[in-house]
């Protein structure tokens, strides 16, 4: 974890660095996310997540300037893609989760796998 200035000026954002998952890795990790589909905890952690994340107006409000950052940058509403919004928020917004409510979100994953 690296700690990065945000967009919004909000200090302690995470930045992670991806690795490389071997086949079998792979194979483990779409084989819980498949798990977590068929009996609907995934939903269940997306509903809770966002819950939190409304709740914190600084994180909701940064989430749309930064919207407002991309579409400025694209050239205006007309001329900006939904792939250049993506790639805009969702690095930002997964980096600038709190981390009391990433640890949240890990320990009920990791109730669900053990």
């Known amino acids: 974890k690296t700690t990065v200035m945000t967009s919004t000026g ?7 660095k991806r690795t490389k998952l071997s086949s079998a ?22 509903s809770t997540l966002y ?3 409304m709740i ?6 940064g989430m749309k300037n930064r919207s407002r950052e991309a ?8 001329e900006v ?7 805009a928020l969702v690095s930002e917004g997964s980096a600038t ?4 409510i990433e640890a949240d979100l890990k320990r009920k ?3 669900i796998c053990f």
């Open 10 to 16: 909000q200090p302690n954002a995470k930045k992670y």
């Open 25 to 46: 890795e792979k194979e483990k990790r779409n084989q819980f996310l498949e798990n977590l589909q068929e009996t609907g905890e995934f939903e269940r952690l997306q």
């Open 51 to 53: 819950a939190h994340l």
């Open 56 to 61: 914190r107006e600084s994180w909701l409000e």
């Open 71 to 78: 579409v400025k940058k694209s050239g205006g509403p007309s």
């Open 81 to 87: 893609t939904v792939d250049e919004l993506s790639k």
């Open 97 to 100: 989760i709190p981390s009391h």
């Open 109 to 111: 994953i990791r109730k």
